[in-house]
């Protein structure tokens, strides 16, 4: 079973920058993949899974308000990857992070891309810390 992987967190320092990658363990057949919904989670030690940024093809990508004017979420169907530029980072934004796979029916232009059991895919997550 073809699984999603993410890689590229790391400690830095505040104001930093990272750039997480998602991808999937194999090939993931073309059509299948640019009709997927992608989003960006996290989850802080004692906290809930929330969303950070959804993003599907031919529609605007959404943000949390805390993520906002900070993070960028981009998809490249060619090579079936995900990517969330992360910049000016604060402590707060330490976190697990996780990219996950949802239906474009029922996610695309909803706010329902913000509940973690909207999805069908997760990765194992990737640690992003943010010392002050």
């Known amino acids: 079973q073809v699984q999603l992987v993410e890689s590229g967190g790391g400690s830095v320092q505040a104001g930093g920058s990272l750039r997480l990658v998602c991808a999937p363990s194999?090939?993931?057949?073309?059509?299948?993949?640019?009709?997927?919904?992608m989003g960006w989670f996290r989850q802080a030690p004692g906290k809930e899974r929330e969303g950070v940024a959804g993003i599907v093809d031919n529609g605007s990508p959404t943000y949390a308000d805390s993520v906002k004017g900070r993070f960028t979420v981009s998809k490249d169907n060619a090579k079936q990857t995900l990517y969330l530029q992360m910049t000016s980072l604060k402590p707060e934004d330490t976190a697990i992070y996780y990219c996950a796979a949802g239906p474009r029916n029922r996610l695309a232009g909803t706010s329902a891309w913000r509940e973690p059991t909207a999805y069908f895919e997760w990765g194992q997550g990737t640690q992003v810390t943010v010392s002050s």
């Open positions: 194999g090939y993931i057949d073309r059509y299948v993949y640019s009709s997927w919904y």
